[in-house]
């Protein structure tokens, strides 16, 4: 989770019921940059919007920001962090892949999947596998290979702390779909601002 954001959720649990402008005066930033920012842990399911403020003369209501019940329900980030950093942290680079292999695995291994004999079939098996586990995935065909596009990190709260992470959801590709799998863009933007990463699925030409 990036500092900011982290301030934003510490200032909501002493003074919940917050405002836009007022995050933006105590944290000493931007309107626009606490809006992205609330926007990110609203899509997280860290913050959602409580109630509006009636305002004060002409203008629109404003939104008035809250921890989510799930926020306040689990720790499940830090857990999550705990455990990896101590599954991982006495194991050589190549033990630590082997590892993340597993794990991998694991979690492929829980989806039921039909048969499926081309790559296409097995490509949408593995984005409705993905997409049951957050990852807002879709696949485009292209010519030197298919491209399996992630929309949403579902680990992006421990992820800078964790980049082998990015390791973890190409072994589990591989597994869906039986091919080899590369990242070839992390958390790069489209023409929208939004944030995705990028998978080549198969033999690249």
Not at 60 to 89: E, T, V
Not at 148 to 167: F, T, V
Request: hydrophobic share 40%; proline share 6%; with cysteine.
């Amino acid at each position: 989770m990036t500092t900011t954001r982290k301030l934003i959720i510490d200032y909501l649990q002493i003074k919940p019921l917050a405002t836009t402008t007022e995050l933006s005066h105590a944290l000493k930033m931007t309107a626009a940059n606490v809006r992205h920012h609330l926007s990110v842990l609203m899509e997280e399911g860290a913050v959602e919007v409580i109630a509006k403020q009636p305002p004060q003369g002409r203008g629109r209501p404003a939104h008035l920001y809250n921890l989510s019940q799930q926020a306040h329900r689990h720790n499940l980030d830090g857990l999550a962090s705990a455990l990896l950093k101590s599954y991982l942290s006495n194991n050589t680079p190549e033990n630590q892949s082997t590892s993340l292999r597993q794990i991998a695995k694991n979690l492929a291994s829980t989806a039921s999947l039909k048969p499926a004999t081309s790559l296409p079939q097995r490509l949408y098996q593995a984005v409705h596998r993905m997409n049951e586990m957050g990852y807002q995935a879709r696949w485009e065909a292209h010519s030197e290979a298919p491209h399996l596009i992630l929309g949403h990190c579902p680990y992006a709260a421990i992820l800078p702390e964790h980049p082998e992470l990015c390791q973890l959801d190409s072994f589990m590709i591989e597994d869906l779909v039986g091919v080899p799998a590369r990242q070839a863009k992390k958390l790069a933007q489209d023409l929208r601002g939004a944030r995705y990463c990028l998978f080549m699925v198969g033999k690249i030409k």
